[in-house]
């Protein structure tokens, strides 16, 4: 027996249709240089169809990857919907990429066109050469700059050219409508194709209250690039409730962003833990007028509960914890409080919060042991996290490593976690950190945040090595601080770990170096001293 | 190009496993007679397993819809996810319904057993003759009562002989879930399918904060049948967010609501207007301690202005007007306020909130003319309200009346409405009742309205009679009150009536009669007036 209700495909069209018509007057304003260029939705959604009916006029068809290399700002916006509207497929590139992955990117995704922002002129002509599909520039902007690309045009050349009124075709739900690739530490980045159905479904996971709970009343300001993860996912959910945006443009120094928040009277906004701790440090020093601001989403790396805290108590402001993944556009976990949790103390409340937190309606999670069994949700048993939902890959595109990313139909998102009794996550490492070492599976990053607690110690990282008994045993690699270079022993540092962990979780040995490696985004780069130390012979303890 | 997404199917089980293995200990409370009986979303789980073992025992296969005739209770919950997750139908009959209409919906919808409360055994007696598809009937209690139905059986006893594990299968999300037939006031009711997707995407739309905003941290009573339009599907989204139920049982008086509005703490509640305004009688008159009530959804009919008005100001109560059909499972509207216009005067902003209001994302509307062209949104030109969107329905279950309530690929709602500038929707009338005269539409249930709030006028019903030149004119059928049935004269009518509306709009005639027909629900039944006044020879004017 079927069901009787609409084939009504879930694409962004309606999404567009719906601010055009209902909210033409809310504003979307975006900061450039020292002064904001404000306009609406009405004009916008306008500016959308000029665009749309320019992609068409250059040769783009559905299905084209339409690239972009752009800050947070207006016309970004107009191309989230412009390119997967037409049938396109919008790909914003990480602008914070080495060149060669870049090329790697764009010659993989086979991009079509590419905007970007004039001041990346002479990046974009040092590596277009490179580039084998990309077939016309756009400068996103008023006029084109002295450059050697061609054919290239502006922005506003272009639009000034059309009409506004673009016959939107019908797509299909599964249609691709954009892309964003991994940037991951070990080999090339892989791709991930939203289709139209994951960005709509996506969109309503971030309005549910229980969620963000995105309104129309806000008055919104994503801080996260919209490179990373298409910000989230947030404009989308924006243009669906109508959501006044302010965008900030590419500087984002605390004042920067303070400025703004009170100036525009933000009511959510949403960045990285790095941008808020900065943040914090200037309004515990200066005083802005956040009032308007009713949450913070962190998300992109863990929320340290003294940052939490620190905001809630001194400043009245809430951080909204999240966590997610490229491969997942991006919403895995919201942290809020549950009903049973609402009366706790302080400690344990903010503690909760630091979290990853429960998987939001639509997200299912399990975590799975080294047997491919599942484990209790018991906040102590290790596993691998998994998960699976209508906004989570099946595959990478045209990637031949996507296999060991799956499981059972379940994506493996790399992160070792333990589970409490509500089904809140907390992730206690990544899989290919943490050291398995017989039956029991040890921390690399819970061992290095105490080794790094240590007055001595500037870094330190833990990484697994060979052993013929236990598999795996632990050998933290620390750096010490340039005044203690010569004098900190191994057993200062054993004895600061044993304040904190049993016998058997201790490392079998330390060893002393100059600096961790880094990627080129700056993360510890533990690959490269797993293959140093491979072969290190562990002493017996 | 397709996008590489899940190919996740929104089903309803998830739902019930997330509520299993995330909200064990969430309370789900059903009144019973004058004692509370508490269970948890644990062993309500748990006994859903064995309910659906229950009903595959007993031969319920994919497809085959299961009848209840029930109230609001833990029970009847079950019911709710035992059947669809099982890809069985569920099918809650009105127990309002005259015995004529049940039997033919219960024969239409062929169900195959029936879940009924103890106390309607007797009447249930009576139909079960006519019934030709029922092949067993379940006792929702401990034991059968004495009666003649057969075969019969216990619920308590069905669940006491299972297992709590089923295995449930791998549902499409366009399989049929449940199904509810419209209360029409012309011909047979009609049978609405409700595919799971249909009702998953739905409680994504109550929990957007936007919206309904429904969250786990609520404790929620419904109050609206679960017969009507599934509660609004309310318990589907209180199963996927963990939210805590208090199931209100049979007696909805005033004073049991507030009771136990005011014992278990509840934060939001759902019903239909005339409920409320005995609530707010008592409470005018009585102290209940509601201050954890957050919001009380309306739906079902329109809050009346001043009700919105009452609730918030004399007892900081807050109405969450929504408009909806049983075509579209229901959510159609919510009257929430936008930014620009949270500042406006009290007066103000309650026609706005007395308004239906703009449609939720999700749900498209759009107004169209007598020449099928679309009305603008200036709040003034009539159109009927066609939607369209993935909750609502594309056809009625085997029914031939279906063609004539779709346009284009829109549902035709049968209202009559004007859509303001901001999208919000207001209903004027339906449009079997709007008299078309010339190019004018003129609302009946303005007219009525204006003519009832005349001291000596106890009832009216305003109709379309044919005119020779305008095709239509109203009539004006008036009884008044018993004091003034011999002295009410017409021109006291029309004087009343100049004061409201110009000339042209002024019915052509009035005549006294001595009720308006009413419907088996209490409805007053237009077409019968029509019908006997379809040859009205109406004065010149």
Avoid at 4 to 30: C, G, H, W
Avoid at 142 to 167: A, F, G, K, Q
Avoid at 175 to 195: E, F, I, L, Q, W
Avoid at 315 to 334: C, F, Q, S
């Amino acid at each position: 027996m079927q069901g009787l209700m609409m084939d009504y495909q879930l694409t962004l069209t309606p999404f567009l249709e719906r601010a055009m018509r209902m909210f033409p007057k809310k504003e979307i304003v975006t900061k450039s240089g020292p002064s904001l260029e404000r306009s609406t939705y009405g004009e916008v959604t306008e500016r959308i169809g000029r665009l749309a009916n320019a992609l068409a006029r250059m040769g783009i068809r559905s299905g084209d990857r339409v690239a972009t290399f752009s800050f947070n700002n207006t016309r970004h916006f107009e191309l989230y919907f412009a390119a997967p509207c037409m049938g396109a497929v919008l790909h914003p590139l990480n602008l914070r990429l080495p060149p060669d992955q870049l090329v790697y990117i764009v010659n993989h995704a086979e991009d079509k066109v590419l905007f970007f922002e004039p001041q990346f002129a002479p990046a974009i002509e040092k590596l277009s050469a490179h580039f084998k599909t990309v077939k016309q520039y756009v400068v996103m902007g008023p006029t084109v700059p002295e450059t050697t690309l061609s054919p290239v045009v502006s922005y506003e050349e272009l639009l000034r050219n059309e009409i506004p009124d673009y016959p939107w075709p019908r797509l299909q739900e599964n249609d691709a409508a954009a892309m964003c690739y991994t940037s991951g530490t070990t080999g090339n980045p892989k791709g991930v194709m939203y289709s139209h159905r994951s960005l709509y479904l996506h969109s309503m996971g971030l309005s549910m209250a229980d969620s963000v709970g995105l309104v129309e009343r806000d008055i919104y300001m994503p801080v996260v690039p919209m490179f990373h993860v298409l910000a989230w996912g947030t404009p989308f959910a924006a243009m669906m409730l109508g959501t006044s945006i302010v965008f900030p443009g590419p500087h984002l120094t605390p004042r920067d962003l303070a400025e703004l928040l009170s100036a525009e009277k933000v009511t959510l906004t949403a960045g990285v833990p790095t941008l808020w701790m900065g943040l914090l440090n200037l309004l515990d020093n200066e005083r802005y007028d956040l009032s308007n601001l009713r949450g913070m989403v962190v998300g992109g790396a863990a929320a340290p509960q003294s940052m939490i805290e620190a905001y809630e108590k001194r400043h009245g402001l809430k951080i909204i914890h999240a966590w997610g993944m490229t491969e997942m556009t991006p919403l895995g976990t919201v942290s809020n409080l549950l009903r049973s949790q609402e009366g706790l103390p302080d400690a344990e409340r903010f503690a909760i919060r630091a979290r990853q937190g429960p998987p939001v309606p639509g997200v299912e999670t399990r975590a799975i042991d080294e047997n491919g069994k599942e484990v209790p949700w018991d906040n102590k048993t290790f596993g691998e996290l998994e998960v699976r939902g209508p906004w989570i890959i099946k595959s990478y595109y045209n990637d031949e490593r996507t296999p060991q990313s799956f499981h059972d139909g379940w994506f493996k998102t790399g992160d070792v976690v333990v589970i409490d009794e509500n089904g809140s996550i907390q992730i206690v490492d990544r899989s290919k950190d943490v050291i398995k070492s017989g039956g029991e599976w040890i921390s690399s990053q819970d061992m290095e945040n105490v080794i790094m607690s240590h007055p001595k110690v500037a870094e330190a990282a833990v990484i697994a090595v060979p052993h013929p008994k236990w598999q795996e045993r632990p050998l933290a690699c620390v750096v010490p601080k340039p005044d203690f270079k010569d004098s900190l022993t191994k057993e200062e540092i054993y004895e600061h770990l044993k304040t904190k962990f049993t016998k058997m979780y201790l490392p079998d040995d330390i060893v002393f170096i100059d600096a961790v490696p880094k990627t080129s985004v700056g993360k510890f780069d533990k690959k490269v001293l797993r293959v140093q130390y491979k072969d290190y012979v562990l002493p017996d303890r």
